[in-house]
Structures are given as C-alpha cells and as structure tokens.
C-alpha cells in the first residue's frame, strides 16, 4: 500500500488560470503533477499532453479476436459434424456472419472492461483531494518537499489561484 504523497495543492476557479499554470510548470520541469477537474476539459487536456486512451487498441484486439472465433467456430462445427441441407455447402458463410457479430460485440465489450481495468489500476496516484474538485473548482497537485514549496507556490498564485496549500 502506498501512502498518499506530499507537495502543493491550488485550486482554481478558471479554466484559462489553471491552463497558463500547467503550462508554467512544464516549462519548469515538473512533470508529474496531478489535474482534478469536475468535467472533461479539452484545453486542460491540451495544455498538459494528454495522450490518447490506449483502451481503444485493447478494444479493437477484442472485437477481431471475437469475429475469428465466431466464424471459426462455426465453420469447425459445420465440418465437424457435415450436414447437407438442401444441396448448400457445409463452410457457407452468410449463415454464421451474426455469430460473427454477437461475438464481436461481445469480446470487444469484455476487451474494453478488462483495458479500463488495466489502465486504472497502471496509473494509480494518489494524492492529495479537495471535494470543490468536484463540483467547479479546478485543482492541480505538484509533489515536492517542504522546503521547495516557496517557487511553485509563487508560480501557482500568480497564474490565478485562488488558494494554495501545502499538503503532506
């Protein structure tokens, strides 16, 4: 069990103040720090790089494992067991295209589950949290040590913070 990390928590009531204080802070280095926002922001996302979900690829492996299974199985079923019903061929395809299809849907589902799970659990950080983060404050947490609050402090309220704290 980890324990929760110390460093400086601001908060902040607007978008753009708390957009020029991540990049202020790229810009001097410090790049493990942790964004709370209420909702989805595309210029937060912007300003700290935030990359593409990796979830979307573990869905894709998914669904392709499911459509080869469904038409795999059936078709090793048809020969398996060969039945000729009305002169068709035993390996017909356009019977077995909706297993095909239930079965993507279903390993792709399961795919996305397992990927959310995994990301989830690879990226843990705690930190520390205010409950305004939830609702319309803004809230990013730098970890350092006590004695090098002074600088990140300084950066923080001069780009708009509204509180700044710190936090062990």
């Not at 929760?4 to 601001?10: F, T």
Request: charged share 15%; hydrophobic share 45%.
């Amino acid at each position: 069990m980890s324990r929760q990390k110390s460093g400086v928590l601001a908060a902040f009531r607007q978008v753009d103040a708390a957009t020029d204080a991540i990049k202020a802070l790229k810009e001097l280095g410090h790049k493990d720090f942790i964004v709370y926002t209420p909702v989805p922001n595309v210029e937060v996302a912007a300003a700290i790089g935030h990359k593409v979900s990796s979830v979307r690829v573990w869905t894709l492996i998914g669904g392709l494992l499911g459509v080869t299974t469904g038409f795999a199985m059936t078709l090793w079923m048809s020969y398996d067991y060969p039945i000729v019903v009305g002169g068709k061929p035993l390996g017909s395809i356009v019977p077995y295209v909706v297993i095909g299809f239930e079965l993507t849907i279903l390993f792709g589902a399961l795919a996305t589950l397992a990927g959310v799970a995994f990301n989830a659990w690879k990226t843990n950080q705690p930190g520390p949290f205010d409950p305004r983060f939830t609702n319309d404050t803004i809230g990013i947490f730098v970890p350092c040590e006590e004695d090098r609050t002074g600088p990140i402090e300084e950066l923080l309220t001069s780009n708009g913070a509204t509180e700044v704290r710190y936090e062990s």
